[in-house]
């Protein structure tokens, strides 16, 4: 399937979703590591990214240490080694099994959350991204852009946000938290632009519960109230969907122009 620029494939299982996606992901990183000396790779940290994850820690013939690793968001005062802290999860799930020539963490327990946002921004322009590894939340954000505060003409790189009650609500259906109290209410996130500027854009969203998400991704005018239709404009964008992900997509309309079935 392909909607505007957005190529979409779908799989059976969120284990072959997973699988596929980590194969063309390593894929780019060998023909990018011919061509240039380092690679910089924002990664997504949730657990819609765990077989991606855990496939793409097996592909061979990729040199790591070309590798610069960023994550696009971070809670605001969740203890470093939480488990549901991004930075820890992406190190333990896929970090300790490579090794990466850089590894930039946002650091959500900076005394400045100002500073740190301007610090993981210059640090984004020094490395500008060629690869984004990313998900899409159950409400259509991306990072923590949720809609209607997503900007897709933000003028900052990284920002403090309050989550929205949806995306707070989806740790909870992820098992990430036992109760809503318990998540953050806010976060360091990368914002729009800072995550369409990667030149190849890769989107792993498996599970039932995104299939309202994904409906919306595909079938609704591409604006802030539904953030991961800008995925759509990106010249290099794939989104991987299992069959529960892509459930309702059905529900489009056959003369859909747009849509190439």
Sequence with gaps: MKIDNLKIKIFETRQEMGKAA????????????EIQKNINIIFASAPSQ?????????????YWKQVNAFHMDEYVGLPDDASQNFGNFLKVKLFDKIQ??????????????????????????????????????????????????????????????????????QQVNDKCFD???????????LTVPALVKAKYA???????????????TVAEAV???????????HPEAVLFID????????????????MDL
């Design 179 to 189: 109760l809503l109290n318990e998540v953050p209410q806010y976060a360091i996130t």
């Design 100 to 169: 990466l020539n850089n590894i930039f963490y946002i650091n959500g327990n900076a005394t400045e959350i100002e500073a740190e946002c301007s610090r993981y921004a210059q640090l984004l322009t020094e490395y500008p991204s060629d690869i984004i590894c990313m998900g899409i939340g159950e409400n259509t954000h991306i990072a923590f852009n949720d809609p209607f505060i997503a900007n897709f003409n933000d003028p900052l790189l990284v920002k403090k946000v309050e989550l929205d009650l949806a995306s707070r609500q």
């Design 50 to 62: 765990n077989e991606f994850l855990a496939a793409l820690g097996l592909e061979k013939n990729i």
């Design 223 to 233: 604006s802030e109230e539904f953030p991961s239709t800008i995925l759509r404009n």
């Design 22 to 33: 980590a194969r063309m992901v390593a894929e780019k990183i060998r023909e990018l590591q």
């Design 243 to 258: 069959g529960d992900s892509s459930g309702k997509l059905g529900k489009i309309s056959s003369h859909n122009k747009a």
């Design 202 to 216: 890769y989107c792993m969203v498996p599970g039932e519960k995104k299939a309202q998400a994904i409906y919306h």
